[in-house]
């Protein structure tokens, strides 16, 4: 068991801002992060993934963990589907890309997702109509109150949009989940964009479908290795009734996709657009020319930089729409 001390935590985030962790360790299996847990009981603790969807504002008084726990196995299979498990430290896009490899579909739409196989289930990332959840069977976790191993089935696991328990009760390390994937693909039409971007191919394959995924998100989404950003920071929003019918009276064309009874969801990309915030910039912080939903660090190391502007478009889209955008981003 390694325990390093006065860890710089810029690398390890892809916002870039910088911070320092009082201890910090990566264990490479259960048995090691059990015996971390029972080394340091009351320690204040902090879990990482890949650090794409959080940032830091100020150091950090305790012990930072970072699963580097690894590894994609094949559980079970049948004439039809697949179980596959994969640790924690395994990179979520290829995971996705050895998945498109054998023909296994059910994760293709998350390709290009950056990020860490721990932290999909968290956040039940999600992509052009697909969540992770809906192929999700089982997430094995430690549990830091207990120190045990504890898994949950897909059902105990309380997903909705980017939401779970894990992300409520921040109680639990992943450790790997398991994953049910089908070994036929017929393509269904879930996405506009993504429809469009295959208009040209009767009937898209995995592969092509990964492409064209790729190349959407290429063109969108700025690449944090060379403009750090955390990918959307905001979620959508969603609208009660009224809500959405006070705000269609001053903007006709806001996108709205049904989401519940009487619930609507529209675009924060859009809100932030229409609020004038696209492609601005103040000092090192900003919002994106190719997409509004993502704020980018022109250079700060200072995560206190990116709050002040976070809280900037907050109230400007407030104001001009009434609508408070809740960050989707992770902020310590
Ligand atoms: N739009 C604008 N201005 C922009 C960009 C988008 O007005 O600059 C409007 C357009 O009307 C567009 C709509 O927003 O049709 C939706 O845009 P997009 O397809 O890019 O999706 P999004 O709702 O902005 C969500 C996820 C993304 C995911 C895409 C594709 C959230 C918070 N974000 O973004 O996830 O890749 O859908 O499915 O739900 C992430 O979580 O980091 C992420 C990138």
Known sequence: ???????????????????????????????????????????????LGGGCNLFFTED??????????????????????????????????????????????????????????????????????????????LVKTVDMQTGEPKAFTAGQCGFSYRDSLFKRSRRYIITSVRFRLQKSFTYREKYADLSRELSGIATPTLTQVREAIIRIRTRKLPDPD???????????????????????????????????????????????EKAGYKGKRKGMVGISGDHALIIVNYGTDNGKEIVAFMKEVQNEVFRQCGVMLEPEVWIF
Not at 9 to 38: G, H
Not at 62 to 68: C, D, K, S, Y
Not at 237 to 262: H, I, Q
Request: charged share 25%; proline share 7%.
């Open 226 to 272: 060379l403009l750090p950003n955390a990918g959307s920071f905001f979620k959508n929003p969603v609208l009660p009734l009224e809500a959405k019918d006070v705000l269609l009276k001053t903007l006709p064309d806001l996108p709205l996709f049904p989401a519940g009874e009487n619930r609507w969801k529209t675009s924060a990309a859009y809100l932030i």
């Open 60 to 137: 950090f008084e305790g012990l930072v963990i970072r699963p580097a726990i690894k590894g994609i196995e094949l559980i079970r299979e049948t004439e039809q589907e697949v179980e596959v498990e994969a640790g924690a430290a395994e990179e979520w896009d290829r995971f996705v890309d050895q998945c498109v490899s054998k023909g296994f579909s059910g994760v293709e739409n998350l390709s290009l997702i950056p990020g860490s196989m721990g932290a999909s289930p968290v956040q039940n990332i999600g992509a052009y109509g697909t969540e992770v959840k809906d192929t999700i069977v």
């Open 1 to 47: 068991m390694h325990i390093q001390h006065h860890i710089q935590l810029r690398p390890y985030n892809s916002f870039r801002t910088k911070a320092v962790a009082r201890l910090f360790c990566e264990p490479q299996s259960v048995e090691e992060l059990t015996e971390i847990l029972k080394r340091y009981p009351t320690e204040k603790k902090l879990i």
